[in-house]
C-alpha cells in the first residue's frame, strides 16, 4: 500500500494493532532499490574479471568489486590485496596468492598468466584481484593477451589506486589550480633495472608526480631530480601501507627522502611536490610571523 502526502512518497508497512494507524517508512529512510536491485551486469559474465582491490581498506572497493568477489569461483590475487579486502572473499572461493614483491620472492608473470587461463578454461568464474587499480603498473595487458589466446572472455573493473588515497589521506589534491596543471604517474623501476623518467620536466617548481615502487630507489630519484635542477627543499610525502590500519605518513623533502623511506618496512607510494595540508599551514604561518 502507498500513499501521497504533498510530494512524499510514503511505503506503508503495516497497522499497528493497538492503536489501527497505518506506520510507514519515511522517505530518507526507505529502502534505496539501488543498492539492493541492481541488475547482473556484463562483468559477471565474463570468463575473467580483473578487479582492482583499492589500496587496503575495504572502503575503497567498488560495489562492482564486491559483487564481482561474491560471484566468484576462484580469486588468484596478489600480496597487496588488503586483509579487509580478503575477508570479503566468501569462504567457499578458492582463493590463490600468486603475488608479487619488489626485489623480492615473486610469482613469474608466465606463472600468473598460465594460472588464470587453467582455471577459466575449467569454466570456473575467475576474478585475477590486484591491489589498487588493475591498470597501473599491474601487468594488466600482459595477463590480458594470455587470456585472449586463450580465446576467453574478460572484464575490467577499475580500482581507486594508492595516489588518489594517499592524497586524501595527507588533506591534498593531485592537482591544483595555480600549482599544477598536469600529474604524473611514474615507477621508481623498471623490469631492466631503475626507471628513467623526464627528469628536467618533474624538475620544475610546482611539478607533481605520485612515484610507485620508488622505495628502493630512492636515492636514485633524489640524485636525477637534483641533478636536473630541482630544489632540495621541494617536498615529498612517503604514505607507507596506503588506508590500512597501520597506515604511516612521513613527510619529508628532496633532501630527506632517503633517510624517510629507510624508516619504512611496507609498500609506499611517495607523492612529490606536496607536502600534509597541516605541514603547509603551519610553513605558511611561519612565514608570515616571521616576515
Known amino acids: 500500500m502507498q500513499g501521497n502526502i504533498g510530494t512524499n512518497i510514503l ?12 506506520s510507514y517508512i519515511p522517505p530518507h529512510k526507505q529502502r534505496n532499490p539501488a543498492m539492493t536491485d541492481l541488475p547482473v551486469f556484463a562483468p559477471l559474465s565474463a570468463a575473467v574479471t580483473f578487479v582492482g582491490a583499492g589500496p587496503g581498506a ?10 564481482a568477489l561474491q560471484a566468484a569461483d576462484v580469486v588468484i590475487h596478489d600480496r597487496l590485496v588488503g586483509d579487509e579486502v580478503m575477508a570479503l572473499i566468501p569462504p567457499h572461493v578458492t582463493s590463490i596468492d600468486m603475488g608479487k614483491e619488489g ?10 598468466n598460465t594460472a588464470i587461463v587453467a582455471q577459466a578454461l575449467t569454466g570456473a568464474r575467475v576474478v585475477r584481484l590486484k591491489g589498487g587499480d588493475c591498470g597501473i603498473f599491474g601487468r594488466l595487458d600482459e595477463e590480458i593477451e594470455a587470456v ?18 594517499a592524497a586524501a589521506a595527507i588533506g591534498q589534491g593531485l592537482t591544483k589550480r595555480g600549482r599544477n596543471r598536469a600529474l604524473r604517474i611514474v615507477t621508481g623501476h623498471a623490469m631492466d633495472g631503475f626507471a628513467e623518467q623526464d627528469w628536467r620536466g618533474m624538475a620544475r617548481p610546482g611539478e607533481v608526480a605520485a612515484i610507485y615502487m620508488g622505495k628502493k630507489t630512492a636515492r636514485f630519484l633524489q640524485g636525477r631530480l637534483m641533478m636536473h635542477g630541482a630544489s632540495p627543499d621541494t617536498p615529498v610525502t612517503v604514505v607507507e601501507n596506503v588506508s590500512r590500519p597501520d597506515q604511516r605518513v612521513l613527510p619529508a ?15 609506499a607510494v611517495l607523492l612529490y611536490g606536496i607536502e600534509p595540508r597541516r605541514a603547509a599551514l603551519a610553513l605558511t604561518e611561519l612565514k608570515e610571523a616571521t616576515a
Open 253 to 267: 623533502t628532496l633532501a630527506t627522502l632517503p633517510d624517510a623511506v629507510a624508516l619504512t618496512a611496507g609498500p
Open 11 to 22: 511505503i506503508c508497512k503495516g497497522v499497528w494493532p493497538e492503536t489501527g494507524k497505518i
Open 103 to 112: 626485489f623480492g620472492p615473486s610469482a613469474a608473470q608466465s606463472a600468473i
Open 148 to 165: 585472449e589466446a586463450a580465446g576467453l572472455t574478460y572484464a575490467i573493473l577499475p580500482g581507486l589506486t594508492s595516489a588518489t588515497v
Open 58 to 67: 575495504a572502503a575503497h572497493l567498488t560495489l562492482g568489486a564486491f559483487r
